[in-house]
């Protein structure tokens, strides 16, 4: 069996920085290529790499004789809307240098992100089901509703083994998130810790559902893994993880830190968020690989305060 070589672009982000982190202990730091339009001092296999430049991305691909890629760079929901023409340049055009790079040098599997702003108002908000009216409302959804259907049909023609999660807003103490709607609830955590007061960006009664990061990256793991006869769904599984309002989220804080305050004063990512499920039905994800979360709300948030004082979060710039 020959040793998997795996290219991550965008791994100086929230999810790929975590996922460089992950795949190293599992395959060893000389055997994953990080790529970023940044440096990354951490990482021992670094490339400087655009992935909108297809000549680029084959040469990178061709360098480290690449085996799988996990094609983490993206602009998130709220970065988005501020340039909506680069978002969607940048999301699509840089899938498709993955896809047509991956299918002119034999990468045998990929990994492509989705998110759960592919859903929109016409559907079913409380809880979206998998096969769903997907008319999202920002750009960055638009370009994960292409981006599915483009894996799924790069499958069906070419054969690609490309697999795919709806990611849920991500929540985790190893990496600051940028740029979308959910990052509230990353954030907040670094005001409990410097004792400031927190102003929230959406309602307090703003239901979004989330995933703590190792819940996340375990998915991303399970669902790359799973035996290729597994995978029924081509565009994009729902996973679930927790789900909770920026107010539920408050109250758990408060157990650990009873002083703390929060505000709301709602900008644009309100409108945004409340296009999104409230909840997510993750059943596909349970039959067919085994999908099943493991942290509630109390233990994320324990695990929160575990973790985040020994480390700040160094914010990360799209
Ligand atoms: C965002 O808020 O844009 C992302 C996402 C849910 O995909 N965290």
């Not at 959910?182 to 410097?194: G, N, P, S």
Request: with cysteine; aromatic share 12%; net charge negative.
């Amino acid at each position: 069996m020959t040793q998997n070589k795996i290219l991550i672009t965008g791994a100086h982000g929230q999810v790929g920085s975590v996922l460089y982190s992950e795949l190293s202990k599992k395959y060893g730091k000389d055997n994953i290529v990080a790529s970023d339009i940044k440096e990354m001092p951490s990482a021992d296999v670094f490339e400087l790499l655009d992935v909108t430049d297809i000549e680029a991305m084959n040469a990178v691909v061709k360098k480290h004789s690449i085996t799988e890629i996990y094609h983490l760079a993206a602009i998130l929901s709220a970065k988005g809307e501020q340039d909506p023409l680069w978002t969607w340049e940048l999301n699509l055009q840089g899938l498709f240098n993955v896809l047509e790079a991956s299918r002119n040098n034999q990468v045998e599997k990929i990994f492509f992100p989705s998110s759960i702003a592919v859903f929109g108002h016409k559907s079913k908000l409380i809880v979206a089901p998998q096969a769903s009216i997907t008319d999202p409302t920002t750009v960055y959804g638009m370009s994960k509703v292409a981006g599915e259907y483009w894996c799924q049909y790069y499958h069906n023609k070419y054969g690609l083994d490309i697999r795919s999660i709806r990611y849920p807003g991500v929540i985790g103490y190893q990496s600051m998130a940028g740029g979308g709607t959910t990052d509230y609830a990353v954030e907040i955590f670094q005001y409990v810790l410097d004792k400031k007061e927190y102003s929230c960006f959406l309602e307090k009664d703003t239901r979004l559902p989330m995933i703590f990061m190792e819940d996340a990256i375990r998915a991303t793991f399970e669902i790359m893994e799973a035996p290729i006869e597994n995978i029924n769904i081509r565009t994009s599984y729902n996973i679930s993880g927790i789900n909770f309002t920026p107010e539920e989220l408050v109250q758990e804080i408060q157990v650990h830190h009873p002083d703390f305050k929060c505000t709301y004063l709602p900008d644009f990512r309100q409108q945004i968020a409340e296009s999104w499920p409230q909840k997510i039905d993750d059943t596909e994800a349970m039959v067919d690989w085994g999908w099943k979360p493991s942290y509630d709300l109390p233990k994320m948030v324990s695990s929160m305060f575990e973790n985040l004082p020994k480390k700040k979060l160094a914010p990360i710039q799209l």
